[in-house]
């Protein structure tokens, strides 16, 4: 496939999860006790809120929010220091990390939903680990990497690998 489907369709992906995320979130903030998607707070056992207000402002900014200012990333490749401290992938662009860390946020909010609701899977549990999977699987493809390959970063880590095996050849020549 070509690289740039590839990213459009990962780009896609990023995009129905923001507007499932900010929707469901608003239905969340709107109606806290969950009336309006029809499940009861008894549903939930031992769960830190009184309603779903929190779940739903944390839902609405974390995985609707930060994903769509990750589309606009994605498509610009905007350089950011602040983003950059917290990517561990130092040879890739920051935005392709960030969306490899909302995969990882959205298994980790699944399981803390099924760790509330102690038994009760329901069909949107697994298809969105299964979405966070598909979103892992895309990023890592290697058309997405050589998109996103931080190229300065990239030949920075080959220089001070040369010079590390300079300098380990240098200290065993006799």
């Given amino acids: 496939m ?11 992906l990023l995009g129905f999860l923001a507007i499932g995320a900010i929707g ?20 939930f056992k031992n769960m830190p809120f009184d309603n779903f207000l929190i779940p739903g402002i944390i839902l609405f900014s974390v995985l609707g ?27 890739m662009h920051w935005s392709w990390t960030y969306s490899i860390y909302i ?11 099924l760790i509330f609701l102690q ?3 329901y069909w949107l549990h697994t298809f969105y680990m299964f979405y966070a999977i598909l979103i892992i699987i895309i990023a890592l493809l290697p058309q997405m990497r050589y998109l996103y390959k931080n190229e300065k970063r990239y030949e920075e880590g080959l220089r001070m690998k040369t010079l590390k095996d300079e300098t380990v050849h240098s200290n065993k020549s006799p």
């Fill in 2 to 12: 070509k690289t740039k489907i590839i990213r459009n369709v990962f780009v896609i």
């Fill in 24 to 43: 469901g979130g608003l239905v969340l903030i709107t109606s806290p006790t969950g009336e309006l998607i029809g499940i009861p707070l008894s549903e």
């Fill in 65 to 91: 929010v930060i994903p769509l200012l990750l589309i606009i990333a994605l498509l610009k490749k905007p350089e950011s220091k602040i983003a950059e401290q917290i990517n561990i992938f130092k040879d």
């Fill in 103 to 113: 995969a990882f946020i959205l298994i980790g909010w699944i399981h803390i939903q």
């Fill in 119 to 121: 038994g009760g899977v």
